[in-house]
T-cell receptor, first 108, second 113 residues
Framework: KNEVEQSPQNLTAQEGEFITINCSYS?????LHWLQQHPGGGIVSLFM???GKKKHGRLIATINIQEKHSSLHITASHPRDSAVYIC??????????FGAGTRLTVKP | GAVVSQHPSWVICKSGTSVKIECRSL??????MFWYRQFPKQSLMLMAT?????????EQGVEKDKFLINHASLTLSTLTVTSAHPEDSSFYIC?????????FGSGTRLTVV
């Protein structure tokens, strides 16, 4: 069993829909990251969370430490949001373990 | 914000040759650099952690003599794929801890023919 599990693996949405991507982890962490990987491969760090909730524009990330679960929400989705979203957890020694990613396609 | 510059973006090389990939932290000092590999449709896998001034730490199953890592200064870490084989073809990406998050290089797509 992977240390970091993401769901769904693939997600297709219509423009404007509210999107949720889930991440569950089984190890102790110091922080959880949500990353966005574009088709060319480049990776952008969206959020780093250790508790609670963060919001940036149309993106919202939440984490429940007790349940070892995090969600990434996208409101009013747009085709430019199409990418692979990766959940990663950081342990105390600073290395990161990654989920398999969720491939999001937003259709116009 | 913090930027990690990774070069080259892509490279094609012949089997048996060596390829060097560089990651530079442009506006901050990176005492640690993580190197990852990503095969098609798979997630990132940590290969090794480089630390300025000391030997790199390799993950289990990663050959340290094949993937040479050098952290020459506080702003430069390099990964050299030696005697490359087609199975080394992959996407390689580096990342440095920043404040608060992590900064990733743009990645290097290596194709060994």
């Amino acid at each position: 069993k992977n240390e970091v599990e993401q769901s769904p693996q693939n997600l297709t949405a219509q423009e404007g829909e509210f999107i949720t991507i889930n991440c569950s982890y089984s190890v102790g962490i110091s922080a959880l990251h949500w990353l966005q990987q574009h088709p060319g491969g480049g990776i952008v760090s969206l959020f780093m969370l250790s508790s609670g909730k963060k919001k940036h524009g149309r993106l919202i990330a939440t984490i429940n430490i007790q349940e070892k679960h995090s969600s990434l929400h996208i409101t009013a989705s747009h085709p430019r949001d199409s990418a692979v979203y990766i959940c990663a957890v950081r342990s105390g020694n600073n290395d990161m373990r990654f989920g398999a990613g969720t491939r999001l396609t937003v259709k116009p | 914000g913090a930027v990690v510059s990774q070069h080259p973006s892509w490279v094609i090389c012949k089997s048996g040759t060596s390829v060097k990939i560089e990651c530079r932290s442009l506006d901050f000092q990176a005492t640690t650099m993580f190197w990852y590999r990503q095969f098609p449709k798979q997630s990132l896998m940590l290969m090794a952690t480089s630390n300025e001034g000391s030997k790199a730490t390799y993950e289990q199953g990663v050959e340290k003599d094949k993937f040479l890592i050098n952290h020459a200064s506080l702003t430069l870490s390099t990964l050299t794929v030696t005697s490359a084989h087609p199975e080394d073809s992959s996407f390689y990406i580096c990342s440095a801890p920043g404040n608060p998050g992590y900064t990733f290089g743009s990645g290097t797509r290596l194709t060994v023919v």
